[in-house]
């Protein structure tokens, strides 16, 4: 501190700015981090969310599935067929197989075709994937539940989709010549992947984003576009201590990662999404910011050059015209100081110029008096003019004004950061949220508004609070106290010549009701004013556009506002009670019910 004292002015004026400059990207730069981390969390719930209904529809996805194979593996028609030698017979009952099949199908979305195989070699296929199954085979048959593939190839309609096979062994039931229970093959169901498990809302067309599923076998659909990706996403799902991580890296690219298993399809999906992408706007709005922040110094740069040369230059110009004095030359002291600028300097150019016009008529009466006298006299006139350079010596004024000037230099004042801390949480409480809070969070408002008035009034009052923990947690209107305490110290303590206490209290009736006061020992109000006041408070029809009243005389419709939204809320029972006495101080109390139906339907009690 004792260095920034002694550096000039001008440095210290552009070491305040620089300080300001970077504590407002500093800020800047804190919302943005903590915003980040709320929109990845916000993404990672959508996500979740997304995920929990993706598993849900391939669970009915799987059942269904199932279902249609266990129909058709114990369906008389399905095992005739797959015992049938005759080919006659086969055909026949292939185009039954065909009407059962298309029939089943309907309204069905991603079922590509269904495949019967006997063990006697008997085939049936709808759409011709009898070759694409029997690659499968081996398993298929090893298989002692639902069979499930991975992603493979299957060309349908000349198109190459990406699918996935379901397949279940199938045994004779009910067939009236002793082999019930004896393999008579397999059926198999080609699902394609993208139509049957994909739809708009876990698609994504910018590469990199949106959902992946992953086969047991580490393939992924849909294509990742980059082979960097494919292996990140195919890593990711088989590390399980990713599993809770919110952020991870693909293919080289940061993002908000999620995992989930798909134990029915031996299977994992995964969502991800690039932080770049997620906090596109977010970055555009920092950049915003910190444009706006350079634009407003930009354009306050020219009225503070203004006020800063309005106080360096005549300070510039005084060293000059001192240091010109002190060189010696008797010349300069003819000359006038002129300084424009502050009224400060106005005064000081001013009162040098009166002290030079002073010592200039002294010279110059010396002068002619040794025009006239002898040696003698000129050893008089040296020795006049060493006594006159003793007394008003121009180093002296020199250093006088750096004292002045480094006094005015340590005036400061301390308090604002305090009282825009308080002033910043009133007013981001008051436009944040509901129109209902608890009544500790009103209070908290309350209390940084008294801190700023005890700030204000400089120990003018005290103030005490008495608040039952069971109070504290009764739901009110926002913005419902602040009025009456805001009342209480203008009308009440302002006015008082002696330090008030100010007493904020409140607590739960016999009766369930919440009880608040706001209690002063101001100099209250004259009976006839306090029967204006208690009157117009039990009218139904109350206004705050009452001619002459006290409310409205003495600023204070906020109170009769309070007292409205609380009879309009919960009726004419509840509201304020107004107590005063002229010279002892005022007493306002709120009442309104413990138990009451929140706005949108919600019930406290």
Do not use: W
Not at 252 to 276: M, N, R, T, Y
């Amino acid at each position: 501190m004792g260095l920034l004292k002694k550096l000039r002015i001008k440095t210290q004026i552009l070491i305040a700015v620089t300080c300001i400059m970077v504590i407002m990207l500093a800020i800047i730069y804190s919302l943005y981090s903590q915003t980040s981390k709320i929109v990845i969390k916000n993404n990672n719930q959508y996500s979740e969310d997304t995920i929990r209904k993706f598993r849900l529809g391939i669970s009915q996805k799987v059942d269904e599935i199932s279902q249609i194979m266990l129909n058709l593996g114990y369906d008389p028609t399905v095992q005739k067929f797959m015992v049938q030698n005759d080919p006659s017979l086969s055909y026949e009952m292939a185009k039954e197989l065909d009407r059962k099949i298309i029939s089943l199908k309907a309204g069905r979305k991603g079922f590509e075709d269904i495949v019967l195989i006997g063990t006697n070699g008997t085939r049936y296929s709808l759409n011709g994937g009898i070759d694409y199954v029997q690659q499968l085979e081996k398993e298929i048959q090893d298989s002692s539940t639902v069979y499930v593939s991975g992603f493979e190839e299957f060309s349908y309609s000349n198109n190459l989709l990406t699918s996935m096979v379901f397949a279940q062994n199938m045994y004779s039931n009910n067939m009236n010549d002793g082999t019930d229970g004896i393999k008579i093959g397999y059926i198999a169901v080609i699902a394609n992947v993208a139509s049957m498990y994909f739809d708009n809302e876990t698609s994504s067309t910018q590469p990199g984003v949106g959902f992946y599923m992953i086969d047991r076998y580490g393939e992924v659909f849909p294509d990742a576009h980059s082979p960097d990706i494919a292996r990140s996403i195919s890593a990711l799902s088989n590390n399980p201590d990713n599993r809770q991580r919110l952020t991870d890296y693909v293919g080289g690219v940061k993002g908000a990662v999620q995992i989930q298993k798909l134990d029915q399809i031996q299977a994992s999906v995964l969502s991800f999404v690039p932080e770049e992408a997620l906090l596109a706007e977010l970055a555009s709005v920092r950049t915003r910011s910190i444009l706006i922040v350079i634009l407003a110094l930009v354009l306050m740069a020219l009225p503070f050059a203004m006020i800063v040369n309005n106080i360096l230059h005549p300070i510039q110009i005084l060293v000059r015209f001192i240091n010109s004095i002190k060189s010696g030359d008797i010349r300069d002291l003819k000359k006038n100081l002129q300084l424009e600028g502050n009224v400060e300097m106005t005064v000081v150019a001013e009162k040098l110029n009166g002290m030079l016009g002073e010592i200039n008529v002294l010279t110059h009466k010396l002068v002619e008096t040794t025009t006239h006298l002898l040696e003698a006299e000129i050893e008089k006139e040296k020795a006049a003019s060493a006594y006159l350079r003793s007394q008003i010596n121009p180093h002296f004024l020199y250093n006088t004004l750096e004292s002045i000037k480094g006094v005015a230099l340590e005036v400061g004042v301390h308090k604002i950061v305090d009282m825009t801390k308080a002033l910043g949480k009133l007013f981001h409480y008051s436009i944040k949220g509901s129109g209902y809070v608890t009544l500790e969070q009103e209070l908290n408002a309350v209390k940084s508004y008294v801190f700023l008035q005890l700030i204000r009034f400089e120990g003018r009052f005290d103030v005490t609070y008495d608040f039952t923990k069971e109070a504290l947690s009764v739901p009110v209107m926002k913005m419902i106290l602040q009025p009456i305490v805001e009342n209480a110290v203008f009308h009440g303590l302002e006015p008082k010549e002696t330090k008030g206490m100010l007493t904020i209290s409140g607590g739960i009736a016999d009766d369930d009701t919440l009880v608040l006061r706001i209690t002063d020992d101001g100099t209250g109000v004259d009976g006839q004013k306090l029967a204006d006041i208690q009157s117009l408070l039990l009218n139904e029809a109350s206004s705050t556009n009452h001619n002459g009243s006290y409310l409205t005389e003495k600023g204070s419709i906020g109170i009769l506002n309070v007292h409205n939204r609380l009879r309009l809320a919960f009726g004419s029972a509840y509201g304020l009670k107004f107590e005063s006495a002229l010279g002892q101080g005022t007493c306002i109390t709120l009442s309104m019910p413990r138990d009451f139906i929140l706005p949108g339907g919600d019930f406290h009690a």
